[in-house]
């Protein structure tokens, strides 16, 4: 028999039995549908995890804080330690494999100001030729810092927006232009007296601006080379009383923190443990996604389970409509034996027809599945908001619940094509097996 009288005999079979076919199709429909929709929501979950952890910073970046907290083996909060942090420390992390960059970090408090406008920023002063290490964004406007001119002050994208008045009763943000308006920099008010804050002062003139991330790690905070920002600080220092003065000056002695830049994500926990062996307790964004991850995936095949335990059923629909069919055909069943057609012809037909059934079902299945998961992201956030509540990690603005990635169509499609054929090869084992003779005696 010939693939296209397969085909044209295939159909009209099905053809013939409409209503019975396809409701057997809604079966399918309906599995191919809960496997597609409840995967889509574990991963469109994991996928949300992922980029507002991301949010906060790089997953391959680890910090080492000054003030560390000390936890338990089940990750809960036991105790705060206070951990030394000099250059010492910087050069033996530095020799960990994997480690693809280390900056120390020193954070101060500081002010620009532009005429009556002012703005309250924090400084993070680090080295400045790892910037790349750890992927700063690009820039809209100047450069890094170089070895050759390591005096430039590196803005978030948000630093200019966000200037007020201190004089009005409301804060409202407002842009001041770079390049015309004369901007003055100064420390913050740790110790400074307030003749202190007129000497102390610094027109901007070298400056850039880096491009909006959604990232605070970038967007709200100027960053400088350590090396330029200890000079200044020390001229800031200079102008203090003898007791502040030796206050500011010992907080350059030590860091608050050192970043490390991981060179792969998969090595992140082997640098942590080498660090945890020095007696240091890092953190790092990835320890808080590996747990959530792992919810996500349980949750996926929980859901993805109860999508399977839908496509059972609709394959004991199909073998149950295989079956009847047998029991309605048995007598055209026997002519074609009579007529001498091959028994792997009458499988492959029975086969062909199961498998056809799966295929409609899949493809229907598929596009039903896109307009849920549109109609999920649409108008499914208050019952989302209900379920995740108390999970502070996960923010529902602009939220897709449901993501399909680009392989889970062509997945489903596949079991629902392979859930046709396993459900038919019974039936089409059993239409082989029927005796030519008896079959040509049955009415019908």
């Known amino acids: 028999m010939k693939i296209s009288d397969l085909f044209i005999m295939g159909l009209r079979n099905l053809s013939r039995r409409k209503a019975r076919t396809a409701l057997t199709v809604i079966g399918v429909i309906i599995g191919t549908i809960s496997i597609v929709v409840m995967v889509s929501i574990g991963v469109g979950m994991n996928k949300n995890y992922e980029s507002q952890v991301m949010e906060l910073g790089s997953l391959t970046t680890i910090t080492v804080e000054r003030h560390a907290p000390i936890l338990d083996k089940d990750g809960n909060y036991v105790d705060m330690k206070e951990q030394s942090m000099d250059d010492t420390l910087v050069e033996k992390i530095k020799g960990i494999k994997h480690v693809r960059a280390v900056s120390p970090v020193i954070s101060k ?30 820039l809209t406007s100047g450069s890094y810092p170089t070895d050759e001119n390591n005096k430039v002050l590196v803005l978030g994208a948000e630093i200019p927006n966000n200037f007020y008045d201190p004089r009005s009763r409301r804060w409202e943000p407002t842009t001041v232009d770079m390049d015309k308006d004369k901007v003055i920099f100064r420390f913050g008010y740790e110790y400074m007296p307030e003749e202190s804050k007129k000497q102390f002062s610094m027109t901007v003139t070298d400056y ?6 959604d990232n605070w790690q970038f967007d709200g905070v100027v960053y400088m080379d350590i090396g330029y920002f200890e000079s ?31 060179d792969n994500v998969k090595n992140l926990d082997k640098v942590q443990n080498e660090i945890k062996e020095m007696g240091y307790q890092p953190t790092s964004l990835g320890t808080f996604l590996k747990p959530m991850q792992e919810t996500s995936k349980m949750l996926q095949m929980v859901l993805g389970g109860i999508g399977a335990i839908s496509m059972l059923v609709s394959a004991i629909n199909i073998a149950n409509t ?97 859930i046709g054929l396993v459900s038919g090869y019974y039936p089409a084992r059993r239409a082989t097996k029927i005796s030519a003779i008896e079959a040509m005696k049955t009415d019908g």
């Open 109 to 138: 408090s500081a002010m620009l100001s532009s005429g009556k406008y002012e703005n309250y920023i924090q400084i993070m002063a680090m080295d400045s030729s790892t910037y790349a290490d750890f992927d700063f964004p690009a």
């Open 208 to 213: 850039s601006i880096m491009e909006k991330t």
């Open 322 to 418: 295989m079956v009847m069919s047998i029991y309605e055909r048995t007598k055209e069943i026997g002519i074609m034996k009579v007529l001498g057609c091959f028994i792997k012809d009458i499988k492959k037909l029975f086969l062909f027809e199961a498998g056809i059934i799966g295929l409609m079902g899949g493809i229907i299945g598929i596009i039903l599945s896109y307009i849920t998961s549109w109609g999920i992201n649409k108008f499914g956030q208050p019952l989302f908001k209900s379920l995740f509540s108390g999970n502070y990690m996960y923010n529902m603005d602009n939220t897709k619940f449901s993501v399909i990635p680009l392989w889970l169509p062509f997945v489903a499609a596949g079991i629902a094509i392979v």
């Open 232 to 262: 200044l600080y020390k001229k800031y220092a200079s102008s203090l009383k003898t007791e502040d003065r030796k206050k500011a000056l010992k907080s350059l002695e030590t860091y608050e923190r050192i970043q490390i830049s991981v």
